[in-house]
């Protein structure tokens, strides 16, 4: 059974669409598979969210469905590997320990008067309905990296010489942060988890846009000017970033 392909969908060897699901049986049992269309993809690819365990193949558009279930198959090894190596999930509950500007956090529920959240020293503590907590450490991380990044924006973008347009905080799978042509910027508020380096590097990467809507040398000219440190800041991105979409899930 190992690296058999299954669809969930019709027998009926039709072409694959988005929303699509494979399923592929491996050594930990089987695994579906969401399909993506993606007409700017060169080649097929794997990958796992981590934020929700959820395995996902990127197809080029003329790609067949015998190629693509074919790399499923050869690649039912490193998925299974891949699933069972993810990083535990932590909860926003009560004694859970988050990173917190980089520093272990513990989460506490007090029994304070009032309904707000404060943080003292290595601790962030949440009153009011205990059946709120998670949505309350949602809602104050989210305002703390707002107003974190907002002065760095504002910062870099003086420096530009550029007026920016406003800011959202979201909570993105995929992204640390987007700017749009208009300046509009989007950050995750998981930013705030980061060391405050990484943060602001991703601020000074999204600024570096401003001038050059691209990644072209040029733009990394701009981004390396603005922070200096931000080879190894996007390191530690790359090897750390996949733990920060593992909390509060």
Not at 6 to 16: A, E, I, K, N, P
Not at 168 to 193: H, V, Y
Not at 233 to 244: C, F, I, S, T, V
Request: glycine share 8%.
């Amino acid at each position: 059974m190992f690296g058999q392909l299954f669809s969930t969908r019709s027998s009926v060897r039709r072409r694959l669409a988005s929303g699509d699901q494979l399923e592929v049986a491996t050594h930990i049992g089987v695994v579906r598979v969401d399909v993506r269309i993606s007409p700017r993809a060169r080649r097929l690819a794997l990958r796992i969210h981590p934020s929700d365990d959820t395995p996902e193949v990127v197809v080029p558009t003329r790609a067949a469905r015998a190629q693509v279930e074919d790399f499923l198959t050869a690649n039912a090894g490193w998925l299974a590997e891949r699933l069972a190596a993810q990083p535990p999930k932590v909860a926003f509950a009560p004694g859970s320990v988050i990173p917190f500007r980089g520093n272990p956090t513990t989460l506490e529920h007090a029994s304070l008067t009032g309904s707000g959240v404060r943080r003292e020293g290595d601790r962030i503590l949440v009153a009011g309905d205990a059946g709120l907590f998670d949505r309350k450490i949602r809602r104050w991380l989210a305002a703390e990296a707002l107003g974190t990044i907002a002065p760095e924006r504002d910062r870099f973008a003086a420096s530009l010489d550029r007026v920016a347009g406003r800011i959202r905080i979201t909570d993105p799978k995929s992204r640390w942060g987007s700017c749009s042509a208009d300046g509009t910027m989007t950050f995750s508020w998981r930013l705030i988890l980061a060391p405050p380096a990484v943060l602001t590097y991703v601020v000074a990467h999204e600024c570096a846009h401003l001038i050059e809507l691209n990644h072209s040398v040029r733009f990394w000219r701009v981004v390396d000017r603005l922070c200096p440190s931000s080879l190894g800041e996007r390191d530690w991105l790359k090897r750390n970033g996949a733990k920060l979409l593992r909390y509060g899930v």
